[in-house]
């Protein structure tokens, strides 16, 4: 029996292959085959992790990525990104994500997933945004799941980053990113009496 359990959580790994799972509880930050960079304002700050669990800081877990807020020279905003390794986006494929804020109301920062085909480290590849999030769209009282539909996407290899585009605005906590197939609601469901 346990040779069967094995055999069948070794396919489930080969099919699942290409897709994200993660959970940042690694020992190292950020994950192997993850990238972090900024634009070179407001260096004082990048994504890291926080173990801050008794905070609600973690959604699962003892860790979250983080990216805490920067007060940068006027008329500037700091970018700070995070990108996924090289994924292979399957049919009906989605991004699933929960986060949160900390502070309560409106402080100006933005939160963008954006994607890019070409490469991991250049912000100019990331030339489709798909999605952005002000500080009210995000909860700062616990996390909430975020989807987004990939649909238009499967089959491609992409990379996936997480950016925050701020001057003293709030963080971004962000936990349990997967890149996935959907499961759909059954449609034909039907109830025979006994």
């Known amino acids: 029996m346990k040779k069967l359990l ?9 099919l699942t292959f290409g897709q994200i799972s993660e959970g940042f509880e690694g020992a190292s930050f950020p994950p192997t085959g993850w990238a972090t960079f900024e634009n070179g304002i407001g260096t004082a700050r990048q994504w890291t992790t926080t173990t801050a669990v008794g905070l609600g800081w973690v959604y699962a877990g003892t860790k979250s990525a983080i990216i805490n807020k920067e007060d940068v020279i006027p008329n500037a905003i ?23 804020s900390i502070s309560a109301g409106e402080q100006g920062s ?18 489709t945004t798909l999605a952005t999030y002000s500080e009210l ?6 996390f909430e799941q975020k989807t987004i539909l990939l649909n238009a996407y499967a ?4 990379y996936i980053a997480f950016v925050m585009e701020n001057d003293n605005g709030d963080a971004w906590i962000i936990d349990n990113i997967n890149v996935n197939e959907q499961c759909f609601a059954p ?7 006994f």
Do not use: C, H
Request: hydrophobic letters at 45%.
């Open 110 to 127: 933005v939160y963008k997933v954006k994607l890019s085909t070409l490469s991991q480290n250049n912000p100019a590849d990331f030339t």
């Open 78 to 100: 700091a970018e700070d990104w995070m990108v996924t390794p090289l994924v292979t986006i399957p049919t009906n494929g989605q991004l699933r994500f929960y986060a949160r």
């Open 187 to 193: 449609t034909t469901l039907v109830a025979a009496p």
């Open 155 to 158: 089959g491609q290899n992409v």
């Open 137 to 142: 769209d995000i909860a700062n009282t616990g």
């Open 6 to 14: 094995l055999f069948f959580m070794s396919l489930f790994s080969f």
